[in-house]
């Protein structure tokens, strides 16, 4: 079975500057996708990034980037400028790629890093 | 374009009741998948269903029902609730396929008392 794992319960970060959120999962597929969600308090899952395993470049989506180290199982997710509007409660998520009679895989989520941005 | 939409979006209910939750997916999307989340916790995959069948069930019990119409909206249904069932219930909806993203709704907070 796949595993997520996000070490960090907490992080903080000043405004304008960059912090980084580690993740490692575990997965014996070699097709499959990683993802960063963000939740604030409204609750709805919103998509920052994501990452297809057979990509070798890291995606990047504004101040928002990853260092994806396939070989590691490890997906960090960094965002720089932090902003107020950044603070969350942020998960990262794995998908297999390969499709099952038509539907796509399930989504398996760490536990979450709650980031705080300070003024 | 109004997203994935859920109802309620707050429900307080008594243990051994049964309750159910609504959700409208995505424009175009074909597939429902449901996950609870208990707080604190990471979202927690329930099931998903795909043209009108269930596909793919987490490990949660029978008392987890689900169902999803020719229009591609869906239910989930609790029964026997439990005080543990207290939970934000998310709705994910996304296009079947391979390529494809996740999209959530806001979620229904349930309360068990």
């Known amino acids: 079975a796949q595993t997520v794992t996000q070490s960090q319960p907490e992080m903080s970060v000043q405004e304008a500057e960059t912090v980084t959120l580690s993740c490692t999962y575990d997965?014996?597929?070699?097709?499959?996708?990683l993802f960063w969600y963000k939740q604030p308090p409204s609750r709805q899952m919103i998509l920052v990034i994501r990452?297809?395993?057979?990509?070798?470049q890291n995606a990047t989506e504004n101040r928002f980037s990853v260092n994806f180290q396939k070989a590691a199982k490890s997906f960090s997710l960094k965002i720089s400028d932090s902003q107020l509007g950044d603070a969350a409660m942020y998960f990262c998520?794995?998908?297999?790629?390969?499709?099952?009679?038509?539907?796509?895989?399930?989504?398996?989520f760490g536990k979450g890093t709650l980031l705080t941005v300070n003024p | 374009d109004a997203g994935v939409t859920q109802s309620p979006t707050h429900l307080i209910k008594t243990r051994g009741q049964q309750v159910t939750l609504r959700c409208s997916p995505k424009?175009?999307?074909?597939?429902v998948s449901w996950y609870q989340q208990a707080l604190g916790q990471g979202p927690q995959f329930i099931f998903q269903?795909?043209?009108?069948?269930?596909?793919q069930r987490g490990n949660f019990p029978d008392r987890f029902s689900g169902h999803q119409f020719p229009n591609y909206s869906s239910e989930l249904n609790v029964n026997a609730l439990l005080l543990g069932d207290s939970a934000l219930y998310l709705c994910?909806?996304?296009?079947?396929?391979?390529?494809?993203?996740?999209?959530f709704g806001q979620g229904t907070r349930l309360t068990v008392v």
């Open positions: 269903y795909y043209e009108e069948e269930e596909r």
């Open positions: 997965t014996s597929e070699s097709d499959y996708y």
């Open positions: 990452q297809e395993a057979y990509k070798q």
């Open positions: 994910a909806s996304s296009l079947g396929g391979r390529d494809t993203e996740a999209f």
């Open positions: 998520a794995y998908r297999r790629g390969t499709t099952r009679g038509g539907s796509n895989y399930k989504l398996t």
């Open positions: 424009s175009g999307h074909d597939t």
